[in-house]
C-alpha cells in the first residue's frame, strides 16, 4: 500500500503563486512517475503534469510555462510551483504515483481556488 497526501492548496487572487506538495509513504515502488490532475466542478478529470524518478516531466499545454513539477526522491515528495494563477485553474488537485506492473494511488487531493 503507497498513502499520498497533498498539501499546500487554498485562496489566491489571480496571478499569485502557490506551491503543493505530494507526501507519498508506505510501500513505495521505483522507478515510479507522479503525476498531477485536478478536476473544476462540472469538469472531467485533466491530467496535467508528470516526473519519472529520474526527474523527465512532462505538461499539459493548459499549464505550460506556469506550472513547475519537481521531486525530492529522498523525502518522497513532489512538489507543484503554480505561478500566474487564472481563475481557470480553480479545482481539486490531485497526485498519482505509478510503476510498471504496480497498482496506481491517489491522493485525497487539495483545494486550490483563484479569485479574479
Not at 522507478?31 to 478529470?45: E, F, I, K, L, V
Not at 499539459?60 to 513539477?69: E, H, M, Q
Not at 500566474?84 to 479545482?91: G, I, V
Request: hydrophobic share 35%; glycine share 10%; net charge positive.
Amino acid at each position: 500500500q503507497v498513502q499520498l497526501v497533498e498539501s499546500g492548496g487554498g485562496l489566491v487572487q489571480a496571478g499569485g503563486s502557490l506551491r503543493l506538495s505530494c507526501a507519498a509513504s508506505g510501500s513505495i515502488f521505483s522507478p515510479n512517475t507522479m503525476h498531477w490532475y485536478r478536476q473544476a466542478p462540472g469538469n472531467s478529470r485533466e491530467w496535467f503534469a508528470r516526473i519519472t524518478s529520474d526527474g523527465l516531466t512532462a505538461y499539459a499545454d493548459s499549464v505550460k510555462g506556469r506550472f513547475t513539477i519537481s521531486r525530492d526522491n529522498a523525502k518522497n515528495t513532489v512538489y507543484l510551483q503554480m505561478n500566474s494563477l487564472k481563475p481557470e485553474d480553480t479545482a481539486i488537485y490531485r497526485c498519482k504515483i505509478t510503476a510498471p506492473g504496480w497498482p496506481e494511488y491517489w491522493g485525497q487531493g487539495t483545494q486550490v481556488t483563484v479569485s479574479s
